[in-house]
């Protein structure tokens, strides 16, 4: 049954954010192109006053536009998906189902995971097919060799590029379970609940600050923030601080730790409350 559930979600969702996905690989596509026809004219100056330099730019800001409101939309689509059928005029229909409140609430956050990281690859894979129409195979090569030499020998892009894909699925998720315990405490407000929901989530992310702020100067070398600003300044100079990725193995478990305790917490706020306050069941 929690399977019947994920797939109605996404389903919900999917109706808005796949024509928004294929219309922004439509739009790389094309802006590809024009900044390749603009080479083919001798110049690399896509600003220029020429037809073709005019319209790589409409199609650049467009392109760039439609990340961004595809981004917002994403988290509208989810937000919406979690109110409408827990707590709108379809969460009494939603909880005549054989469904626990639990397996609503983690039906809800892995659909909005889902969208996120679909985003983000949607998002990765029609920047690299623009750059495939401006990229020679002489360029890629440039690119991949100023990588290996920017991380050095001792540290992995690729491990790297998995503790960051790590960091942002737990990031996603972290964000979308406060979005609906938000939500969740927001509703109980009589009037105004949108209002409610907001200054929800401002409290939470403001206490969330304070908390990495002090446990940053508790355990400066096990923070995620020290470790970027440190390994950002070795590989602007060129040093190489001997790991094999971004962050140490006890930076990922200190970062990783905060990120599940705040979604456990974020999700049995979010339960209680629909079982207790609601009277959903």
Known sequence: MFRKLLKYDMKEVGMVMMPLYAA??????????????????GTRDFVASTVPGVVTLILMLVY?????????MTLVMTTRNFRDNLLGSRGYLMNTLPVTTQSQVLSKSLNGLIWIALGGAASAVSGTIALLFVMRRQDWAEFFQTINEMFGDRMSPWVMLLQLVILFVLGALQIVTKIFVSISIGNLWRSKRGLGAVLMFVGLTVLQTLISNRLTHLVPDASISYS??????????????????????????????????Y???????????????MDLQ
């Open 263 to 277: 979604i456990v917490l974020f999700l049995i706020g979010t339960i209680w409350v629909l079982r207790n306050k």
């Open 24 to 41: 922004m690989l439509v739009l790389a596509a094309a802006a590809g192109l024009s900044m390749r026809f603009s080479i083919m004219k």
């Open 64 to 72: 760039g536009a439609l990340i961004l409101g595809m981004a917002v």
């Open 228 to 261: 970027l600003m440190g390994n950002g300044i070795s590989m602007v100079f060129g040093m190489n601080s001997g790991d094999a990725g971004l962050f140490t193995a006890r930076q990922m478990g200190f970062a990783a730790g905060q990120d599940i305790l």
